[in-house]
Nanobody, 121 residues
Framework: QVQLVESGGGWVQAGGSLRLSCAAS????????MGWFRQAPGKEREFVAA????????RYEDSVKGRFTISRDNAKNTVYLQMNSLKPEDTALYYC??????????????WGQGTQVTVSS
């Protein structure tokens, strides 16, 4: 299995930027499609973005398209989420996730512990 550790969360004013990182260890990183999810207080966890094992394909939730960019560095076993033009509604606990081959990107096998992002108006 794979272990995931997120970092980079914090507090930012609306319009600002943050970059989240997720470091993976365990089985070879390139075996997994990677994704980011988030959960706001009182809401269900939702999909944010995902990237294929090679990095040549990405998907985004509609509300973050054009503002967020997911990328990965397989040599560093790390996936990133660059978040620009942040809005208060982006405030949530952000989770990194990994999907094994054949697994839906929307239903990953493995999860990190999460990193908090707070956007003030």
């Amino acid at each position: 299995q794979v272990q995931l550790v997120e970092s980079g969360g914090g507090w930012v004013q609306a319009g600002g930027s943050l970059r989240l990182s997720c470091a993976a260890s365990g089985r070879p990183f390139s075996m997994y499609a990677m994704g980011w999810f988030r959960q706001a207080p009182g809401k269900e966890r939702e999909f944010v973005a995902a990237i294929s094992r090679s990095g040549d394909s990405t998907r985004y939730e509609d509300s973050v398209k054009g503002r967020f960019t997911i990328s990965r560095d397989n040599a560093k076993n790390t996936v990133y989420l660059q978040m620009n033009s942040l809005k208060p509604e982006d405030t949530a606990l952000y989770y990194c996730a990994a999907s094994s081959v054949g697994r839906s990107w929307y239903r990953p096998d493995y999860w990190g512990q999460g990193t908090q992002v707070t956007v003030s108006s």
